[in-house]
């Protein structure tokens, strides 16, 4: 008994879906957390039409604002500032964006805690 195969190939066309995005955009979206002056580049490279590496440029964004509040009201307010708000707001920034860069490289799209909400980047 012989069996008949035949050999088809079939075309498989990939459709850009969010886990596509996700890929090709993963690099771009942990950048800013490492060094967070840079949360502009995803803004300014192929990128700048990635839904996920948009949210996370917004993230780098306010986590970079955050770190310039944090180290300029521990500048101005004597004794508390330096000893109080400059050391906690520090490693809370950190903390931060250390979330921040697991959730990127993890694909996934969640707001930092309590300074997540805010959106400055459509």
Do not use: C, R
Request: net charge neutral; aromatic share 8%.
């Amino acid at each position: 008994m012989e069996e008949n195969k035949t050999n088809e190939t079939t075309e498989v066309k990939v459709e850009p879906t969010a886990n596509n995005d996700v890929n090709q955009n993963k690099a771009m979206a942990i950048i800013g957390y490492i060094i967070p002056i840079l949360f502009f580049i995803p803004l300014v490279t192929d990128a700048k039409n990635s839904p996920f590496a948009k949210f996370h440029a917004n993230q780098q964004l306010i986590l970079l604002i955050g770190a310039i509040a944090v180290n300029v009201v521990g500048a101005i307010i004597p004794i508390i500032g330096w000893f109080l708000i400059l050391p906690l707001g520090t490693i809370a920034i950190f903390v931060f964006a250390i979330i921040g860069l697991i959730n990127a490289a993890k694909g996934e799209m969640k707001e930092l805690p309590m300074i997540g909400g805010f959106k400055i980047i459509n």
